[in-house]
């Protein structure tokens, strides 16, 4: 297998080696913020002559080589910055070193703010989306502004609850989203259960979600990829800003040092006063309940062309709480996460970035019931290596391969009345491999061709990848895109929506084959009006040897491996239509989402006289056939603005019992136990989902130490009473049938500081 | 292409109509009968599903009309004695076994038929009776609750009738009153909602049987944990084996009330192993042994 991995990179470098002439000159560099240093990723900058230009990779790197000597203007453009041009003169095989600094719109107001389909070509790549932080935290959002909450706005993503942040990427569950940290794999990205992810916005510098279609860059999950940058830290100088909001707190701070730049931001939970005054009144109030997030990140510039850098997270969730007599339950949870990356320009062509990567998941509810304990402990030790290498070999190609290895480590222990139930621990390497090529035949076209190969030692899997995607440039403002890609995913979460804190993750193994799926992506990206874009997707994609632990395993004790799951498959369509606003005081947008998603399971949803037990398609309750988001902020004046999000969505899925019967002769116990009889699984729809959040801003400042801001917020601001699902009362008779609804209108205020 | 653009998503809407609809209330016949091991042939219940929105009750719900035979087999599954139902006179669906004589016989399989009168249901379907359980070791008079010496139970080698043991934990009250609840279970009783008479018998929930440790000779040695002890004082606990059709029943049903990983509101239908019908045809092999809960 080795030799195998070795001949692939080979091939793969052996492409990019060309020799090319050498009167050519070339132009490269980083593209920062000129306020904070910042590297932009996915900025556009172009030599404006001739037509070439490219955009800035995920480390804010760009270059543009075979460049004809003379003298051309450069221009790099990005979302929320000032255009920035300037006159170069390049000599005969010249490599000129330009780092440019593009100064953010708001800070010289008479400068026009450019902001065209250009500027977001990048963006808006096939299946891909991007959130500005500005956004995250400019919507409203409950108790804390959320990068998940956030992504759920986007057409093709959708939420499963109020309560839950988990991202169901069209048609796909949330373990079929790659979630990355600085390239970090995150395994349960949550707080306070679920209700929100673990990303501060404080430290967030860029996030970015391939819905779809991903390249061969990306693997592992069926579905799609979140990655998330924290910032480095500003290199100009030491900045802070201190946040107080009704659930959770934050700090951070950064700065400039001698040879590069740093970042610390913390985020608590400061519920304890109001727990404690509730406890007084109020029974089964936690008597333990925080959580808490830490980003770090040290960068150091090495040399001019080597930077490095060191990034860490660490949060936890813990809750305690005794509940009737003698008992009691306690939970931990939480996520580390490390990487060190060395970023390496070793010529005007060859771009390197080296990364290790470790990464720590654990969960461990315990619980105490008339003086029987119950202990589960699952934990996940990920560390990785990681190689990237872009080459550009000449104008109309850009090579990228590299490779991700790792050891993942399982741990899954039951004990029950301090004896193990169960005990599982599952080592693996894993190793993949990929190599892409961007070509750009004409100024119209672009085609994209990459190749996978993922090998997942445990069960011994070998599998290939191939993924494409064209674009074809009809005119200025439109473009058209497809997108073809086959993925495979290694992993499977066990979870509940209803509650994060006990997730599991579990692996393929002998007798578990991993998951695939095919995608199919078409998409326009049209530009209708000066400063609007308008994008249309259609995707189709199909899950095969979907592994989930079977829900009638109620004690695994006992039971090989593969008989813990349920093997399936599925199939996802839908049509995604996005109208952003992108300029003037009025922005926003408005995303719709018509999808349709299914799952088949041997045995599940088996018309119940049907002794096979021939499992039938059922939509899952996320299914939702209707989906549409309004975002929109308003600027009122330089001291106030507003932004309103209104969400409508198809009522999820749900079953409707039918019949009822009831057995009273079980031979032990002492209750009647009670039972429905169901048709189709989840065939009826809840009422529809609709809800309106509001925010005011009042920016300010404090006691001339700094910038400040009041955020006041109205969450469901019409207190509708969305309903979660069904709960049904067997004490009654006949089945009385109540609504569990999800938030009802919240009002909360936050107090930022900058300095 | 510009066309093809704007087809596609009307082809895709037009071909999208969704063709999975709710469907309507069917009535099942309804069977329930447990079998135990070392006991005489039960009484069977046969009933309809009602409607959910009607009020349930069996005698609403009973057949009548019913012929019933439970067959033991042989080793080739053949016929080996037929014993004929007969319905009980003033209870409706409730049939009695014309043999008083015949004992369950652990781990042999017998067969239920079912057909009617008055109605073209035909019902059928098998247990094998799991071995007999028993309890070989001399468990102690009075134990402390919640002391360090736990109640220990040794139950002798049996052979498996399905991929391993499962075994359900049955406690039995001796004296029933709040009073003499131990603290959680006062405070389920008092601070909640749970009936007294819900205690009296307080089972464990299936368990497998390789939660236990068990010893080179095939015995399981068990400390009894304390969750199970509803009430101080006198108490019957039993040792209940279980058969798979009784195992994927409650299993099954656990799931529907929402003890699993499916999202809030997806109802599965329980796992019956009946073909014809719903219900439960089921099986057991219990052994008791008496204590005394002393109050710490």
Known sequence: MNLRIILFIAFGLGLAIQATAQDRASINGYITDSRTGETLLSANIALIEINRGTSSNNSGYYSITNIPPGTYTLMATFIGYQRFEKEVTLEPGQNLRLNVELIPSGIELEELIVESEADREEQRNIGRAQISTQLIKEVPSVLEPDVFRSVQLLPGVKAASDFSS??????????????????????????????????????????????????????????SVLSVFNKDGNRNETRGSVSLGLLASRASIEGPYSRGSWMLAVRRSTLEPVLAVLRQNVDNVPDLFYFYDINGKLNFDASENDRLSLAFYSGTDAVSFPFLEDASIRLDYGNQTVSTQWRRIISEKLYSKLTVTGSRYFNEPRFSIAGTPFERNNEIFDFSFKGDLEYLPNENHSLSAGIWSGILTLRFQDRFDNQTTFNNRIQSTYLSAYIQDEWRPTDRWKITTGLRMSTFAEGDYLRLEPRMSVEHRLGPDIRLQAAYGRYYQFLTLITNEAFS????????????PPSYGDQFVLAAKTTPFEGYGFDIELYYRTMR?????DPFISDASGLDYDELF?????????????????????????????????????????????????????????DRTHDLNIVASYQLSTRWSTAAVFSYATGQAYTEPLGRTQFAGVPWGSGMRNAFTVGNVNASRLPSYHRLDLSFSRKGRFFNLGDAEWQFQIINAYSRRNIWFYNYDFDENPVERSDVTLLPIIPSVSYTVNF | MNRLFLILPLLLLVTACDIYNQD??????????????GRSLPDIKISTTLPVEREYSFENAALSGANIQVVLLDENGNDEEVFGYLSLTGRKGVYRPQSTTHTILPRRTYRLDIDFNNRPDVLTAVTTIPDQVQITNAVRDTVIYQSDEQLEILLAPTQKSQTQNIFVFDTIAGKVSVDNLTPFYRSLVVDGDTDLS???????????????????????????????????????????????????????????????????????????????????????????????????
Request: glycine share 12%; charged share 20%; proline share 5%.
């Open chain 2, 198 to 296: 819900d205690l009296i018998r307080n089972s464990s929930g299936l368990i497998n049987e390789a939660n236990f440790n068990i010893n080179p000779d095939g015995s399981i040695l068990l400390k009894y944990p304390w969750i199970g002890v509803a009430f101080f004082e006198d108490n019957q606990v039993v040792t209940n084996s279980v058969d798979r059709n009784l195992t994927q029943l409650i299993r099954s049903q656990d799931v529907q009330l929402g003890g699993s990983t499916l999202s809030p509101g997806e109802i599965p239908n329980l796992v019956y192993n009946i073909e014809g019908g719903i219900g439960i045809f089921g099986s057991i092999s219990s052994d008791t042994v008496q204590t005394f809960f002393k109050r710490p």
């Open chain 1, 566 to 622: 349920r093997f399936g498959e599925g199939f996802a369509y839908g049509l995604e239509l996005f109208l952003e606003k992108q300029t003037g005081r009025l922005g926003g947008f408005i995303g719709y989402t018509y999808g349709i998603t299914r799952r088949k399971f041997p045995g599940f949803n088996a018309d119940v006289l049907d002794n096979t037990r021939q499992g039938r398609f059922y939509p899952p309750k996320y």
């Open chain 1, 501 to 512: 804190g006990f997730d599991i993750w579990l692996t393929t193994d002998d007798g578990v």
């Open chain 2, 24 to 37: 309507e209330y069917e009535e099942l016949v309804v069977v329930e009968a447990y079998l135990i091991a």
């Open chain 1, 166 to 223: 988990g991202l169901y990427v069209r048609g796909g569950s949330p373990d079929q989203t790659l979630i990355l940290l600085d390239e970090t794999t995150v395994y349960n990205p949550t707080h306070f259960f679920g209700f929100f992810s673990t990303f501060n916005p404080d430290a967030v510098k860029d996030v970015r979600l391939y819905k779809g279609g991903y390249p061969a860059e990306y693997g592992g999950r069926l579905g």
């Open chain 1, 545 to 549: 040897d979907l592994f989930e632990l």
